[in-house]
């Protein structure tokens, strides 16, 4: 019967843990992409089939008013509060799309905990990795 410590020699080899191949896990960070030829003509092709009322004009600022309770997951499709996967899906989808050109965040008192001011801070600055602008206004 083999000893506990060539037992761990052998899991730690099995693991790759000695050579600090770590390259292969994700970093967990926004890594914006220029979209390519093809994703590009696919978008402007959508837009040029799309019903007028769902398209959105060249230039159009993405405006979100954050003020009370943000809820960490959606209570449902018809709620009106704001939760912190819509708003971190809303960033995401202006930043690859063409026809909006920054983003005006007007914050009121917030009824939340560190970490979810913190998923949207850094929802903000992958959003400014696009090259776009942030404005923030903040009321009492």
């Not at 970093?27 to 994703?39: D, I, L, R, V």
């Not at 801070?121 to 776009?132: N, Q, V, Y």
């Amino acid at each position: 019967m083999a000893s506990l410590s060539e037992n761990q020699g052998d899991f730690k080899s099995k693991l790759n843990l000695n050579e600090g191949d770590n390259d292969e896990y994700p970093s967990g960070e926004f890594e914006y992409n220029t979209p390519g030829a093809w994703k590009s003509f696919v978008v402007k092709l959508r837009m040029l089939v799309a019903y007028p009322w769902r398209t959105v004009r060249k230039g159009t600022v993405l405006h979100i008013k954050l003020r009370g309770k943000i809820s960490d997951q959606v209570k449902s499709r018809f709620s009106s509060d704001l939760s912190l996967p819509q708003l971190c899906e809303n960033l995401i989808k202006a930043a690859y799309d063409p026809h909006i050109s920054g983003v005006y965040l007007h914050i009121e008192t917030l009824t939340c905990g560190w970490g979810i001011i913190e998923e949207i801070r850094r929802h903000i600055l992958d959003f400014l990795k696009s090259g776009r602008f942030t404005l923030r206004c903040q009321s009492d």
